[in-house]
């Protein structure tokens, strides 16, 4: 069974960091791509970065290029979002994302998900 299970979330000031952690266990080999996706309230859920988990090739929504890098280790199953100089814009809900097939922006592209971990940053 495959689980993803988010962490590093938290609260902080604007222009500060955070880096979020999302831990994959069960069939993590059938994985071509993970993904980090934010939901605001009263939005849709968006993809802020994705990673081929083969050739590490990553996505970036224009919104945090440069901003945000996400990154795996594949010998803990884990992939990163480390964000800098957030904005009150990038509060949100933030879940990991995990599918076989191609890195997709449509929540439909994945088939596995975490429970999400709480973004806010204060202006």
């Known amino acids: 069974q495959v689980q993803l299970v988010e962490s590093g979330g938290g609260s902080v000031q604007a222009g500060g960091s955070l880096r979020l952690s999302c831990a994959a266990s069960?069939?993590?080999?059938?994985?071509?791509?993970m993904a980090w996706f934010r939901q605001a309230p009263g939005k849709e859920r968006e993809r802020v970065a994705s990673i081929y988990t083969g050739g590490g090739s990553t996505f970036y929504a224009d919104s945090v290029k440069g901003r945000f890098t996400i990154s795996q280790d594949n010998a803990k199953n884990t992939v990163y979002l480390q964000m800098n100089s957030l904005k009150p814009e990038d509060t949100a809900m933030y879940y990991c994302a995990a599918d076989s097939r191609i890195c997709l922006g449509s929540i439909y592209g994945y088939d596995f998900w975490g429970q999400g971990t709480q973004v806010t940053v204060s202006s």
């Open positions: 069960g069939y993590t080999y059938s994985f071509n791509c």
